[in-house]
């Protein structure tokens, strides 16, 4: 990015250098790590922000809440974990500056014209909390295969190498984990209607 200075030529590969910043927390060692994908985290913001001035503030605003994020964040693959970032970031940024497009419905479409879906934030909650519960009671691989592939977003191959299952068995656990998460938040969701 032409409006940040080089910080150094360092050949060091990204997981020694974010090991080392999580062990020192010196922030040269990060700033080399973010410059090799500054461009990246540009390119994202622009996509999302389209401003070219508050896509270099976004990059900027990365950085600093990687100085907080980083340390207590196990990171496999540094690049794509900063995407995921940069991408969440400016979804935020949107968000909250009321930039996301929107639509509304007339009245008469919802259900009730006086207080239609007035609860989805609670819906939505008890829906969080049900899945929560679900992901209790799965067998502990579906489990971790799960939370590693929707939670983490690490790929079957990662997770292959994370927990010592060959490609094929995590690629089962994690589909028979949303089927069985499917079928518990089914059931419960019909127990508590027959209520």
């Known amino acids: 990015m032409g ?18 910043f999580q062990r020192g927390k010196n922030l040269q060692v990060l700033a080399v790590l973010y410059e090799r994908y500054m461009d ?31 340390p207590s964040q196990q990171v496999d693959h540094f690049r794509g974990w900063l995407y995921v970032v940069a991408k969440n970031h400016c979804l935020m940024a949107l968000r909250s500056a009321g930039k996301m497009k929107t639509s509304s419905l007339a009245p008469e479409l919802m259900q009730s014209g006086e207080n239609g879906h007035l609860n989805g934030a609670r819906e939505r909650e008890d829906q969080l909390e049900l899945l929560e519960d679900c992901m209790e009671k799965l067998p502990v691989e579906q489990k971790r295969s799960v939370q590693l592939f929707y939670l983490e977003q690490k790929c079957y191959k990662d997770i292959a190498d994370m927990t010592g299952n060959d490609w094929n068995k995590v690629r089962s656990l994690i589909q028979n984990g949303r089927r069985n998460l499917k079928l518990c938040m089914e059931k419960t969701m019909k127990e508590k209607t027959e209520l």
Do not use: T
Not at 3 to 20: G, M, T, V, Y
């Open 40 to 70: 990246l985290i540009y390119g994202v913001c622009l996509k999302y922000l389209k401003d070219p001035d508050e896509s270099k503030d976004a990059v900027m605003q990365i950085y600093e809440s990687l100085v907080f994020k980083l």
């Open 3 to 20: 409006f940040i200075r080089s910080i150094s030529d360092n050949s060091k590969p990204d997981s020694e250098l974010l090991a080392e």
